[in-house]
């Protein structure tokens, strides 16, 4: 079955510093692999998409991540985070779109 | 383009009690999902729609049920209301079920059962 793992629950960076939030997915297909973010009292907002066309993917508000077939990572970055950053993070898999399996998620807080 | 609504907002129910969360989407999505999101867990998915007339349970269906009698809506029923209940329910919509289609989401119901 896929899934995906999120490492570490809560991230703290000052503002202007590298965001990094980490996903590692386990399938036994390729997998199309997501990132949404949650603003607080808010629904999900896709972020970025990774669909086998490039390894690296752009997202909005300057996010990209990397897919590492070896690591079988989907890291989140961010060169320089900004206080509206501030949110809850979720990474997720999906084999088929009725089975998306999304992590526990990371809640990103932003020091000034 | 209003996307995916979700009426209530807020609820709080009494055990034994029952309740429908209503969900409507304007974007002529085929598919239709309702998660429940608590602390640390992620979404659950609960059941999901491929279409008008037809739906299927997923990983947390115990206590709800749903029907699909349009394209747009896909309401979720709580029939007797227990704690263990007591969550954010979001519904979600995708145009498709081909991978690689993102899900949009509602603003989602946030209930206490006490």
């Known amino acids: 079955a896929q899934s995906v793992t999120q490492l570490g629950s809560h991230v703290s960076v000052s503002e202007g510093a590298l965001v990094l939030l980490r996903c590692n997915y386990s399938?036994?297909?390729?997998?199309?692999l997501f990132w949404y973010v949650q603003y607080p009292n808010q629904g999900l907002q896709l972020l970025l998409k990774?669909?086998?066309?490039?390894?690296l993917v752009k997202g909005i508000n300057g996010f990209e991540a990397e897919f590492k077939k070896s690591e079988t990572s989907f890291h989140l970055t961010k060169p320089s985070a900004h206080m509206s950053d501030a949110a809850e993070y979720f990474c997720?898999?999906?084999?088929?779109?009725?089975?998306?399996?999304f992590g526990a998620g990371t809640r990103l807080t932003v020091k000034p | 383009n209003a996307g995916v609504t979700q009426t209530p907002k807020f609820r709080i129910l009494k055990i034994g009690q029952s309740m429908t969360l209503q969900c409507t989407q304007d974007?002529?999505?085929?598919?239709m999902y309702w998660y429940r999101q608590d602390p640390g867990m992620g979404l659950k998915l609960i059941y999901y729609?491929?279409?008008?007339?037809?739906?299927d349970k997923g990983e947390v269906p115990n206590g709800y049920n749903v029907s699909r009698s349009t394209t747009e809506d896909f309401p979720l029923r709580l029939e007797l209301a227990a704690p263990s209940q007591t969550s954010v329910y979001f519904c979600?919509?995708?145009?498709?079920?081909?991978?690689?289609?993102?899900?949009?989401f509602g603003p989602g119901t946030r209930l206490t059962v006490t």
């Open positions: 729609s491929v279409g008008a007339g037809i739906t």
């Open positions: 399938s036994s297909v390729p997998p199309y």
């Open positions: 974007m002529n999505h085929n598919y």
């Open positions: 979600a919509s995708s145009h498709s079920g081909t991978s690689g289609h993102e899900q949009y």
């Open positions: 997720a898999v999906s084999p088929h779109n009725n089975d998306m399996r």
């Open positions: 990774y669909t086998s066309a490039a390894t």
